[in-house]
């Protein structure tokens, strides 16, 4: 059985897609981009100051399920530029603390909105 998984404290698509879709024992959450989920508008600033809402983004959503970011199992990072890894590992690991998810990070030549980095996410409710 899909289950849609939706919540007002992340933002609304902006496509045709799901915030996030639950099969079985997991959830995929779609990509975050730093989106305020009040107004829908990118939040302006570095990529720190981007990674730091989409990690409240994915968070926000993960909360209104019942779950936390400790359910992370695997998360895609996509990046406009790979130099800003280790400032975006600095945002990440913060939200994380010790869960370490498995995870992969990419270069992209560009993102929705031009913002500077989203995040997909794995999601085990167990």
């Known amino acids: 059985m899909i289950k849609t998984i939706s919540s007002k404290n992340a933002p609304k698509a902006i496509g045709p897609y799901s915030q996030g879709i639950q ?53 895609t990072i996509f990046v406009r530029d790979i130099r800003t890894f280790d400032q975006v590992n600095t945002v990440y690991s913060r939200f994380l603390g010790e869960h370490r998810p498995a995870r992969s990070t990419v270069e992209v030549s560009n993102l929705p909105k031009n913002v500077l980095v989203e995040i997909e996410a794995i999601v085990s409710i167990n």
């Open 23 to 75: 099969v079985g024992q997991f959830i995929f959450l779609s990509g975050q981009i730093p989106l305020n989920p009040s107004t829908n508008r990118v939040v302006e600033g570095d990529i720190k100051e981007q990674t730091e809402q989409v990690m409240q983004n994915i968070k926000g959503l993960l909360e209104d399920i019942g779950l936390s970011l400790q359910n992370v199992v695997k998360t």
